[in-house]
């Protein structure tokens, strides 16, 4: 209970005791007191309003009421009654907070028994803040809005009820202001499939939470410490895609307003683009990525970067663009880039190369009888070339620096046309082909020219279009492939020059000089000296002449150009000499000699006639002296040794006589060569052949009957203990310089294939002629003996390489490397192999034997012939020995312009059985000398009626 108290304030202490009594009741009583003062001269009524409640106990409130009496002008008197206590009002149940932004908070309470008043208390900046709070009576609830406040800042708040000037004890309770936003917030990168974002922190607000795609993804992101700038990294997006993002600074569960940023992922790349090419420009296309429609083509050479920016934009599936215009021939480098919402993808990199240009043109710079020479102009270094001649395709390389290719053509037909294409390759592209044509050359040297004394006539080989001769005159002949000049000047020297001319253009085939037959003399005889000796004496002929050559007595005699007799001595008188006259210019004698025969002045017979009978005598006597001493000399018959031929074979023909002797053994159907041929088949039957019938050596002939002789077999070594025998089906032949220039062997059996390259070695051969099939008539007729492909193969001790190989429509060369194993020395062997001779019989002609009897013996020649040429067919006689006779034959025909068929045969067989094994083969040697003779006629063809003698020996072929 308070005091109730009563005092009396006189003027002189009104002030101080107002003022104590006034002190005194805010700090005891918490009352709020009204003090009227009265005073003589003026009335003063001061009011004091304590605003800060005094509790006094939880439940009471004590009311203090003054009263103030005036008793006088001088006086005053006032007494102070102190009421019963009221009990405070109740406190706010809950406040909630409706809203938060960066500066203000909006509160909302339900009122307190319908009290309109109250107070917010709250603390901002360091300074208190006292807001009062007066609501409607008609609200039941109270909404208030409190601001200017600090954004992102936690307050404490008290809401007082104040009922009838009581407060109420108050309801604390905190709330924020909600943070601001950032003041930068971007894209910092972008990849296919992640967006980095950056923003700049909000008052070191470490919390932030960041939406997008609406609302359908939040992250909450927590900064570190320190780093004003915060990056953040989206990753699993989708590319070529659109996000919307809105980040918000978050205090204490309270977020910011939020801001915006758009950004977008990087689109794919193109996956894949198709090139099409020309010579000045590339054509690409690829599918679209994801509907984009526009793309950046970035190109260009390390020489001269070309910058190029095309955008293309369709409503199909796929994009087209043609780049151009391009330098024919050049790679470049492409970077295809994808834009979305201006971002790059990284880029689809690849290179595309323009078709390189058609050669401009080709020259033909060399051409000869069998190789041409090719020659073009190259632009650029890294362009190959693929040329085409004759269905054969060649891949040309240029040569670094020169910018001119050049390149030749080798193995090539005589006179013949050839078109060629020249191709320029780069990068896998083939130009358009240039295409034109060229011709080989013609040997005129090896055509055959027939010459009289007004004509020349030949059969040329090969292309040509015309032909003329010139002299004074040109002539010209009309008859295409047989050539034929007349009405010549006898002697006289004329340019022979072929040439052949299509689409404008001229290639001269060939030239050479020939001189025609000089005229032919008439001459005659004339007495001189007695009978010692002669002159003769002819006519000017008309025509060119230089000498004339003059034979009598096996001496020859000449008169110079101009003279028109000589006179030549040292004869007997009464004498008849055979003369022979032959003009000649240059080198090129008459036709025909004329011969005639020449008698002597008679003066001096008797000493002549007596010599002769003393001469008789004399003969006689030594005759009858021989026949008495020695009668069994006259009687013994001559030796024929194993190698040795007799006079009787020694026989040849001459060129002139050789037509009539070809015709006289072709009568009566080919008699004349059965008759010749069966008097050959006992030649040499008698020899020995020991070795090859030892039971050890039999299972190595291919044949029991064809067998080599003891005396000109060939051994094999036997240094190596390895090797137990010497012995091979193989004989030394002779050739037209020695009696070892040929091998005649068998077919390799596949048990001795080794002794075949054993012997190759041992006898240094350089070549191996073969003239088979290895399978015929489904048999096999000779073994295989070199590798199949360039991998080198071990027979025996010698290892064969195929280094080359090159077909032919009737023969195949080939070119080995041969080493044995035992040495380091490597050795070339070239391979002759002759396809086109049937099973049985002979060629269908001479010509193609004759040409690679040519090829064969060119090789001879030039490699020299030290060491033997070996030959084979299937058993080694029969297609073996007319080949060898073929080239021997030639080679005498050429030397001797003569020939001897028989008797060389006649000596193969003496040193090899069966050699030029069947009659048909016999008459074809002899149509291969007459076509040599004759190129002209027909080449001989084989026959149906051409028989073969044996049938037996027919399977040795």
């Known amino acids: 209970m308070m005091k109730l108290l009563s005092f009396k304030i006189t003027s002189d202490h009104l002030l ?5 009594n006034l002190l005194w009741g805010v700090a005891e009583s918490n009352i709020s007191s009204t003090a009227t003062v009265t005073d003589s001269k003026a009335t003063t009524t001061p009011s004091l309003t304590a605003t800060s409640p005094l509790t006094t106990s939880p439940m009471t409130t004590s009311t203090m009421t003054t009263s103030t009496m005036t008793t006088s002008p001088m006086t005053t008197s006032t007494t102070t009654t102190l009421p019963t206590t009221k009990p405070p009002p109740d406190n706010v149940k809950n406040v909630t907070v409706l809203r938060q932004n960066v500066s203000s908070i909006t509160l909302k309470w339900d009122k307190v028994n319908n009290i309109s008043t109250y107070i917010l208390q709250y603390n901002d900046s360091g300074s208190t803040k006292n807001e009062n709070i007066s609501a409607t009576p008609q609200e039941t609830s109270v909404e208030y809005v409190v601001s200017a406040l600090t954004a992102g800042t936690k307050y404490v708040f008290t809401l007082i009820t104040v009922f009838e000037g009581v407060n109420s004890t108050g309801h604390t309770f ?26 700049k922190k909000v008052d070191n607000i470490l919390k932030y939470a960041l939406k997008f795609n609406g609302v359908t993804r939040e992250i909450n992101v927590t900064a570190t410490t320190g780093d004003n700038l915060m990056n953040h990294t989206i990753s699993n997006l989708t590319s070529a895609t659109e996000y919307n993002f ?30 099409t090419q020309t010579v000045n420009s590339i054509t690409l296309t690829w599918d679209k990525v994801k509907e984009i429609s526009t793309y950046i083509l970035r190109y260009g050479d390390s020489d001269l970067p070309v910058k190029g920016n095309s955008s293309k934009s369709h409503q199909n599936e796929s994009v087209t663009y043609v780049v151009a215009p391009l330098t024919a021939g050049k790679k470049y480098n492409f970077t295809l880039i994808t834009v979305f919402e201006g971002l790059n993808s990284t880029g689809h990199q690849f290179t595309a ?14 051409r000869s009888v069998t190789s041409l020479t090719l020659k073009w102009e190259n632009l650029e270094k890294n362009w190959n070339y693929l040329l ?52 080989t050359a013609i040997d005129c040297a090896s055509v055959s020219w027939r010459v009289t004394n007004s004509t020349i006539q030949g059969t040329v080989e090969g292309i040509f279009s015309n032909a003329t001769a010139s002299n004074r005159q040109t002539h010209v002949s009309t008859g295409g492939n047989n050539v034929l000049f007349t009405g010549l000047y006898p002697g006289a020297t004329y340019e022979v020059l072929l040439a052949y001319e299509r689409n404008s ?44 050559e003059v034979n009598v007595t096996g001496q020859t005699h000449f008169a110079n150009e101009g003279e028109q007799y000589i006179k030549i001595s040292g004869f007997q008188p009464a004498k008849t000499y055979e003369v022979s006259v032959d003009s000649l210019s240059g080198t090129v004698r008459s036709y025909e000699p004329f011969v005639f025969l020449c008698s002597t002045d008679p003066r001096g017979v008797i000493a002549g006639a007596v010599v002769a009978v003393v001469l008789f005598v004399v003969l006689v006597c030594v005759a009858v002296f021989i026949l008495f001493k020695r009668p069994g000399l006259m009687r013994k018959k001559p030796f024929i040794g194993a190698s040795k031929l007799s006079d009787k074979n020694d026989k040849t ?43 050890e050596n039999k299972a190595r002939n291919r044949f029991n009957n064809v067998l080599p002789y003891d005396w000109c077999r060939v051994r094999l070594t036997t240094s190596n203990s390895n090797v137990t025998s010497d012995y091979i089906n193989a004989s030394y032949m002779p050739g037209y310089n020695s009696n070892r220039e040929y091998i005649a062997t068998q077919g390799p059996l596949p048990s001795t294939v080794g002794d075949f390259w054993r012997m190759i070695w041992e006898q240094k051969a350089k070549r191996i002629v073969m003239v088979t ?60 192999h002759f396809t086109a001779w049937p099973d049985h019989g002979v060629p269908q002609g001479t010509k193609v034997l004759i040409q690679f009897r040519g090829l064969v013996r060119w090789h001879i020649e030039r490699e020299g012939t030290g060491a033997p040429t070996v030959v084979h067919c299937s058993a080694g006689v029969g297609r073996t020995g007319t080949i060898i006779a073929l080239d021997v034959l030639l080679q005498q025909l050429d030397k001797k312009r003569a020939v001897g068929i028989n008797s060389f045969v006649h000596k193969m067989r003496l040193y090899r059985p069966y050699m030029v094994q069947t009659e048909s083969q016999y008459i074809f040697l002899h149509h291969c000398i007459m076509d040599s003779l004759q190129p002209d006629e027909n080449i001989y063809e084989n026959a149906d009626m051409i028989y073969v003698n044996a049938t037996a020996l027919r399977e040795l072929r």
């Not at 709330?175 to 950056?198: C, H, M, N, W, Y």
């Not at 309270?254 to 689109?267: C, D, E, L, M, N």
């Open 246 to 275: 809105t980040l918000f600074a978050e205090f204490e569960n309270v977020r910011s307003s939020g801001v915006y940023h758009i950004a977008a992922t990087v689109p794919e790349n193109v996956k894949l683009v198709t090139v």
């Open 353 to 366: 190369v323009t078709v390189p240009p058609m050669v401009s043109s080709v020259n033909v710079t060399e």
């Open 505 to 548: 253009k001229r290639f001269e085939q060939c030239r050479q000089n020939l001189t025609i037959f000089p005229p032919s003399l008439r001459a005659h005889c004339e007495y001189s000296e007695a009978g010692y000796s002669i002159m003769i004496a002819w006519n000017k002929p008309e025509g060119v002449w230089t000498e004339v």
């Open 16 to 20: 101080l005791c107002v003022f104590l």
């Open 388 to 439: 085409q001649i004759n269905d054969s395709y060649v891949t040309v390389t240029p040569d670094v620096p020169p910018n001119v290719v050049s390149h030749p053509v080798t193995h090539l037909k005589p006179g013949t046309e050839y078109p060629f294409r020249v191709i320029t390759m780069f990068s896998g592209l083939n130009s358009t082909a240039y295409e034109d044509f060229t011709v």
């Open 653 to 695: 023909i001459s060129v002139a006589k050789f037509p009539d002797h070809f015709s006289q053994l072709s009568a009566d159907d080919n008699r004349g060569f059965s008759q010749e041929y069966e008097n050959l088949v006992p030649v040499g039957t008698e020899q020995t052949r020991k070795t090859a019938i030892l039971p």
């Open 773 to 832: 099939n290895c399978v015929e008539g489904g048999r096999t007729k000779c073994e295989q003996y070199w590798p199949a492909d360039n991998k080198p193969c071990l027979y025996g001790e010698v290892l064969v390489t195929t280094r080359s190989e090159q077909k032919e429509l009737s023969w195949t060369l080939r070119e080995f490397r041969v080493k044995h194993t035992n040495y380091s020395e490597e050795r070339t062997v070239k391979h002759f």
């Open 174 to 199: 905190t709330a924020v202001t909600a943070p601001r936003d950032t003041e930068v917030f971007k894209s910092v990168g972008q990849s296919e499939t992640s967006i980095t974002l950056q923003w």
